[in-house]
């Protein structure tokens, strides 16, 4: 399968600063890529979907202000928290989709461990 | 929001035992994906049924798919410890562009 990465692995920020998560698909052009979010021992809940050239389209619940989605290439979308916030600790997990058949596929990166102190 | 859920939230079984784990959704899909996720890990995709299909198979996985009841099921054959992780079903509906989304998900632990 195809292969996503994300940067940082793991951030520790201090509450009030902004923190920008990279997620890069290193062998195919994702036109479409998402962010979930994971808080510990729970499931993996869909953030938004970011589309390349486009503005990105949010869940219901999720402030766009605050997750900031850029998705300037085909290959690297990034995920900025804002003014983060204890509460924003938690993991975060990109994916890039693909088309693979008749299915729309996701490429799933490491996850990235974010603590606000 | 989540669309599935899982049972049960969590299994131990003894290495070599089978473990079925079961999730359930609400809405029609294109197809039914498993994952498997170690512990503070990325996610491992282990097999997509799509929903035409009824049963397939991977090694020592196999998943069963009833739309009539919209319902999945995983079953691990000859556990070992190394299974150990949580498992996840994922849904993907027609016209959604890949999103997927996941149910609660199923904690395993195969004790050696």
């Known amino acids: 399968g195809a292969v996503v990465s994300q940067h940082p692995s793991w951030v520790i920020c201090k509450s009030g600063t902004s923190v920008k998560i990279e997620c890069r698909s290193l062998?195919?052009?994702?036109?479409?890529m998402f962010w979930y979010r994971q808080f510990p021992k729970q499931s993996l809940m869909l953030m938004a979907t970011?589309?390349?050239?486009?503005?990105?389209?949010?869940e219901q619940g999720v402030e766009k202000d605050k997750f900031l989605i850029n998705h300037a290439s085909l290959t690297l979308s990034t995920l900025t928290v804002t003014s983060a916030h204890p509460e924003d600790s938690s993991f975060y997990i990109c994916?890039?989709?693909?088309?693979?058949?008749?299915?729309?596929?996701?490429?799933f990166g490491p996850g990235t461990r974010l603590t606000v102190l | 929001s989540q669309q599935g859920e899982e049972d049960p939230q969590a299994l131990s079984i003894q290495e070599g035992e089978n473990a079925t784990m079961n999730c359930s959704y609400k809405?029609?899909?294109?197809?039914l994906q498993w994952y498997r996720q170690n512990s503070g890990r990325g996610l491992v995709h282990l097999i997509l049924?799509?929903?035409?299909?009824r049963e397939k198979h991977s090694g020592r996985l196999r998943v069963t798919l009833d739309t009539s009841k919209k319902s999945s099921s995983l079953l691990i054959t000859a556990s070992r410890a190394a299974d150990t992780a949580s498992y996840f079903c994922?849904?993907?509906?027609?016209?959604?562009?890949?999103?997927?989304?996941f149910g609660q998900g199923t904690e395993l632990s195969v004790k050696p």
């Open positions: 994916s890039a989709g693909g088309v693979s058949g008749s299915y729309n596929e996701q490429f």
């Open positions: 062998d195919f052009q994702a036109t479409t």
């Open positions: 970011s589309n390349e050239g486009s503005k990105a389209t949010y």
């Open positions: 809405t029609s899909i294109n197809n």
């Open positions: 049924i799509r929903s035409n299909e």
């Open positions: 994922a849904t993907a509906a027609y016209n959604q562009g890949g999103k997927l989304i």
